[in-house]
């Protein structure tokens, strides 16, 4: 640990102190724009920048990268899934601490030096930072930021697995998002990368990032939100993509849960999915129906059976994965 930090702080040498990794499929415009975003950073230490196109069915992402000349490093990942393109960019890595941003993301100029900050700490294994809209022009958008927000506030926070009782770390998803979060690459390691079963390309459609903090936490290292590390989001323009996103919300989160109770015997995965269930989901839906929330009624219920279709759609997504496995090792 104190040999990553001596690494953050230095300015000598040539071996970059910090991995950016940009997971993208197939959105050459959000990718650009990301990418130019980080390209601006203000930093006192050398990082470097990674692109992971997952399971790419164009050229269109390397055509991007290329178009920066070599500043930018590229990387095919075959196998389709957030999780694998995440694992990849971890094994591609030239450093100690990896920062993640989804190419929907656009980066504020100091980014990058205050997400890495709170890693002075040899006890913070990863850092979230603060979300904020990319836009707010329609009124999908501004549905989202009202109920879904992805930002976690204004004020800097450090979680461990003592944090609000029964139910952290299980309840991951209050320390951030992964769109905008780093890790040291020892720690990530250690704890087994992010669950390939999990998250967007896979029937899990979610969790992913959760899953990896929850790990984080369990293990005994702290968690901290930097609220200074800005990023903002595109939020989906159209309510048609917003619902999708409601469902995809509601089945990913439900699916980490289950892989908490099936591969880590959490206890406390034996009852928070039903708490939430009718503490929030099934409470939004009624208030929803009858007019007192202001959140949209199909929304809701997309977000529910989203939540509901959890655990289904989690052994589904490791049974596909372990047949590809399998006809990969036949071949």
Not at 134 to 151: P, V
Not at 188 to 212: C, I, K, M, Q
Not at 215 to 233: D, L
Request: hydrophobic residues 40%; proline residues 5%.
């Amino acid at each position: 640990m104190e040999d990553e930090i001596e690494a953050l702080r230095s300015g000598a040498g040539d071996a970059p102190r910090a991995t950016v990794v940009v997971c993208t499929r197939e959105r050459p415009q959000d990718l650009a724009r990301c990418l130019d975003s980080v390209m601006r950073q203000r930093s006192p230490f050398g990082f470097e920048t990674l692109v992971v196109d997952n399971c790419p069915a164009t050229d269109r992402s390397a055509l991007v990268v290329n178009s920066h000349h070599g500043s930018v490093r590229y990387a095919r990942e075959p196998r389709r899934g957030l999780d694998f393109a995440r694992n990849r960019g971890v094994s591609e890595a030239a450093s100690p601490f990896v920062a993640f941003m989804d190419d929907d993301v656009v980066a504020d100029r100091d980014w990058l030096v205050n997400l890495l900050a709170p890693f002075e700490d040899p006890q913070i294994a990863c850092v979230t930072g603060l979300n904020k809209p990319l836009e707010m022009e329609t009124e999908a958008q501004r549905i989202f930021e009202k109920f879904q927000s992805l930002g976690r506030g204004e004020q800097a926070r450090v979680y461990d697995r003592n944090w609000g009782g029964t139910f952290f770390p299980l309840g991951s998803g209050v320390v951030g998002a992964g769109c905008n979060a780093a890790f040291r690459k020892s720690v990530l390691l250690e704890t087994g990368l992010f669950e390939e079963s999990l998250d967007v390309g896979t029937p899990s459609r979610g969790g992913g990032d959760l899953y990896a903090f929850y790990r984080v936490a369990r293990a005994g290292y702290k968690i901290a939100y930097q609220p200074s590390a800005v990023a903002y989001h595109r939020h989906r323009r159209a309510m048609a993509e917003l619902r999708k996103t409601m469902f995809d919300y509601g089945l990913g989160h439900n699916a980490y849960q289950t892989r908490c109770l099936l591969t880590d015997r959490d206890p406390a995965a034996l009852v928070f999915p039903a708490f939430w269930l009718f503490r929030y989901h099934l409470r939004e839906l009624a208030r929803s129906v009858v007019g007192r929330s202001g959140f949209p009624a199909a929304l809701a219920l997309a977000q529910t059976a989203g939540y509901l279709l959890g655990p289904a759609a989690y052994v589904w997504s490791v049974a596909a994965i372990s047949r590809r496995r399998a006809q990969r090792e036949a071949n």
